[in-house]
T-cell receptor
């Protein structure tokens, strides 16, 4: 009953370090998303993918890169972490363009000091 | 421009009472979908209810109903018979045909159920 799984759940980074968040879904969904959640800002879309090998920018893509080499995985990379990237990151997936429901992972808490 | 607006940062409701959480949206596309999610303190996002723009009836799922007023562009969530476990953040979201692949979320409403 996995659904959408994010790793790691918690991470503390120093400014300038790099890291990758992994999102895995076992529902054979085409669409995958990375959001960040900040107090008073709701969820903001960073990047998304409409299928294996594709990626696109969302509302707040700067400072992040993504890759979708396999359909089930969507990776979010921070090349040089900044304190402004301290946030909770959510991965989500959706079946396809017609599918209405978006399924979320449990979130990854990232602190950049 | 803000696509989803939730004007209530925090709400309180007495246990067993009903509560309405407000949501207004902005789109020029006649085809769109509206969603509500619950985020408890544990952090996960839980899908509650969906309303399509062409649906004639208001959506209902157990104690949740969506008061859809198309002309006013509002999609309020009504929770009946509140329970202590309903205390959480609630997010309204929208997807329209123009944005297609993207879901837009509001800033959320924090609901506290008082025993």
């Amino acid at each position: 009953n996995a659904g959408v799984t994010q790793t790691p759940k918690f991470r503390v980074l120093k400014t300038g370090q790099s890291m990758t968040l992994l999102c895995a879904q076992d529902m054979n969904h085409e669409y995958m998303y990375w959001y960040r959640q900040d107090p008073g800002m709701g969820l903001r879309l960073i990047h998304y993918s409409v299928g294996e090998g594709t990626t696109a920018k969302g509302e707040v893509p700067d400072g992040y890169n993504v890759s979708r080499l396999k359909k089930q995985n969507f990776l979010l990379g921070l090349e040089s972490a900044a304190p402004s990237q301290t946030s909770v990151y959510f991965c989500a997936s959706r079946m396809d363009r017609v599918g209405n429901t978006i399924y979320f992972g449990e979130g990854s808490w990232l602190t950049v000091v | 421009a803000q696509k989803i607006t939730q004007t209530q940062p925090g709400m309180f409701v007495q246990e067993k009472e009903a509560v309405t959480l407000d949501c207004t949206y902005d789109t020029s596309d006649p085809s769109y979908g509206l969603f509500w999610y619950k985020q408890p303190s544990s952090g996960e996002m839980i899908f509650l209810i969906y309303q399509g723009s062409y649906d004639q009836q208001n959506a209902t799922e157990g104690r949740y109903s969506l008061n859809f007023q198309k002309a006013r562009k509002s999609a309020n969530l009504v929770i009946s018979a509140s329970q202590l476990g309903d205390s959480a953040m609630y997010f309204c979201a929208m997807r329209d045909r123009k944005t297609g692949n993207q879901f837009y979320f509001g800033t959320g409403t924090s609901l506290t159920v008082i025993p």
